[in-house]
């Protein structure tokens, strides 16, 4: 396993179609994240788990999105009924559990173009 | 107040000259800070962390951490067109109701280094 690995690295759907993204982490982490990049911005959190727990959602995020992590391993990402201004780049990190002293590490991203 | 803040910039140094990149937050109890540089198009990459007031030396890199002050920077020595980038600066914060942390960004700084 080396690293943090993320499917598909582009996307390109209509408008109101539905999409979904995986992210498998690195294989001891427990902690997994979601973040949403637009251009000249930095990663905006959206979601993390604690192996299969949701711990927290961003309250900017809608209700078209929704994250799973069933075994604790691999987790998707799906956006619902999707809409122009969700186009940016889907980036998934993973921490080892080790406290509030850990470092996180990103996957290349999915990049979601909606037309 | 936004969690993470940082100047957008951009800061323009000469190559060889000292460029120092800065960030404050807002959460009081967090301890760990983190430094990642992202070049257009691709992910963030970790380039230091630092859990202790003081300074931290790796290579070309200090990062420096002022919890009283709630206040964390980045300088890198003998800069190099290379270097030009955005850098990102991480903390984690405190997640809501779970008592586990969660990692934040800033906006980022883009940093260029002239040759």
């Known amino acids: 396993d080396t690293g943090v690995s993320q499917d598909p690295r582009h996307k390109i759907t209509k408008r109101g179609q539905n999409v979904t993204f995986r992210c498998d982490p690195i294989?001891?982490?427990?902690?997994l994240y979601w973040y949403r990049q637009t251009l000249g911005q930095g990663p905006e959190f959206l979601t993390y788990?604690?192996?299969?727990?949701?711990?927290?959602k961003s309250r900017l995020l809608s209700d078209r999105f929704s994250a799973e992590r069933p075994k604790g391993s691999f987790s998707t990402l799906e956006i619902q009924r999707t809409e122009q201004g969700d186009s940016a780049m889907y980036l998934c990190?993973?921490?080892?559990?080790?406290?509030?002293?850990?470092?996180?590490?990103f996957g290349q991203g999915t990049r979601l173009t909606v037309v | 107040q936004k969690e993470v803040e940082q100047n957008s910039g951009p800061l323009s140094v000469p190559e060889g000259a000292i460029a120092s990149l800065n960030c404050t937050y807002s959460?009081?109890?967090?301890?760990?800070f983190f430094w990642y540089r992202q070049y257009s198009g691709k992910s963030p990459e970790l380039i230091m962390s630092?859990?202790?007031?003081g300074d931290k030396e790796d290579g070309r890199f200090t990062a420096q951490l002022n919890k009283a002050s709630q206040y964390v920077s980045l300088l890198i020595r003998d800069s190099q067109p290379s270097d030009s980038a955005t850098y990102l600066c991480?903390?984690?914060?405190?997640?809501?109701?779970?008592?586990?942390?969660?990692?934040?960004f800033g906006a980022g700084t883009r940093l260029f280094v002239k040759a």
């Open positions: 991480a903390v984690n914060i405190r997640a809501r109701n779970t008592g586990g942390f969660k990692t934040i």
């Open positions: 630092i859990y202790s007031n």
């Open positions: 294989s001891e982490h427990n902690r």
């Open positions: 788990f604690q192996n299969e727990a949701q711990l927290e």
């Open positions: 990190a993973s921490s080892p559990p080790a406290g509030s002293n850990t470092e996180a590490f």
């Open positions: 959460d009081r109890v967090s301890q760990s």
